[in-house]
């Protein structure tokens, strides 16, 4: 039984660390760019270890975007959670957002803003989780809107996104810290007008 939970803790390790490794591979040059070879070399796991956990490539991007999911929710989600339902949370969770961007959490910066481009046009199972998850980001969004008295939650959770989506695009362009000041400022625009 030892040699067993030793083993599955093994995996569960290997998994972990792969997965992460995958995700801010993603956010650099794309999840197309991940491969079992590159993810050895960047973590110090063995080839076979990592395909015996995973099995396949597929599931090791669907892995990528299960723990980019759970990098937001910890680090963007989790922190402004506690705040008041409507604009105070809204203003937390956009607070994070940028915070998340500043300290570099994704080393090309969001993950949802770089594979929803990626893999847009694209069908399949890794193409439907990157779309379950924006789905997520901006129902969460939609659903503080409606908090806050918003007479239309879905186009101002539209302006949120935009403002956020930009911000990313041009600090990683330009290493501009102004863009992520003034994304900010645009969204808590949006936020700020509500009753």
């Not at 481009?117 to 990157?130: L, M, Q, T």
Request: glycine share 10%; charged share 25%; with cysteine.
């Amino acid at each position: 039984m030892t040699s067993v939970d030793g083993r599955r803790r093994r995996g569960d390790a290997t998994r972990r660390t792969a997965a992460r490794s995958a995700a801010m591979t993603a956010t650099v040059s794309g999840l197309d760019s991940v491969t079992v070879g590159g993810l050895a070399a960047s973590t110090g796991l063995s080839k076979s270890g990592i395909l015996t956990v995973f099995g396949s490539r597929e599931a090791i991007l669907l892995a990528a975007v299960a723990e980019a999911r759970q990098i937001y929710i910890d680090t963007v989600i989790a922190p402004g959670w506690g705040s008041q339902p409507g604009r105070d949370r809204l203003h937390a969770v956009v607070d994070s957002w940028f915070s998340c961007l500043r300290r570099r959490v994704f080393p090309g910066g969001c993950f949802i803003t770089a594979t929803s481009s990626e893999y847009g046009h694209r069908d399949g199972p890794v193409a439907d989780a990157i779309r379950k998850l924006k789905r997520e980001w901006l129902d969460l969004i939609e659903s503080e809107l409606s908090i806050a008295g918003s007479a239309d939650p879905p186009g101002d959770a539209f302006r949120i996104d935009a403002f956020l989506s930009a911000a990313n695009t041009r600090f990683q362009l330009f290493d501009d810290e102004t863009a992520l000041e003034r994304g900010r400022h645009l969204a808590f625009e949006v936020i700020d007008r509500l009753s």
